[in-house]
């Protein structure tokens, strides 16, 4: 059997994760899986059921019947498009505390590893390298400044019209950062064989090239 391409790619929020992602994706013609998108997704539908957070036998009740479906990048909950309210700050000031509930971690896992049994995929995440796709050869960890990855999210919300105090949404990154990195199960970490880049000083393009050429190297 021919291997599949799996490529996995970790590093906090405001890394660049995504962006990168999507567009190696469309260069090499595969499928990609925002995965944080998954855990924004599962916050919603918590937050909808008015269910408290602390409560981890309603949140598994609910959790193990959701029903969530990703189609080039448009996100379905119950079958309603929520692509633009999964990214609500409501849902980003919450998601990493839904993020480390074991169940909630165990049933998407499942989920991502089916989607990567049968096609090839770039998914990008927090535990990915080190869990969801262990065995990838292709391995990689974004990385930032806390400065310079609050400022990529204060701009992206400046330019959606949302009016945000910088100083708030460095503190926000910062309490995120450390929910996902100290969590129990399968916490922000980079994977030992996981090449490492800081996108500080890169362009989007320039980390793109740079993913793609070492892809091309380890498939070789
Ligand atoms: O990448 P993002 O900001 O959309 O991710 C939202 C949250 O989900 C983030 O706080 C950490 C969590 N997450 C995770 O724990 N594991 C993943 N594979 C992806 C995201």
Redesign the pocket.
Known sequence: MVNMLKIAIDGP?GSG??TVSKIIAEKLNINYL???????MCTLKILNKNINLDDENKITEIIDKIDIKMENNVFYLDNKDVSEQIRDEKI?KN??KV??IKFV?EKMVDIQREIASNADVIM?????GTH?LKESKNKFFLNASIEVRALRRYEELINKGVNVIKEEIIKDIAK?DK??SEREF?P?IKADDAVEIDTSGLNINEVVDLIISKIGEKND
């Open positions: 929020a994760k995504s925002d995965t944080g998108a998954m855990y924004r980003s998601v990493s993020a480390a971690r990008d995440g927090r535990d990915i969801v995120r929910l996902d399968f922000l």
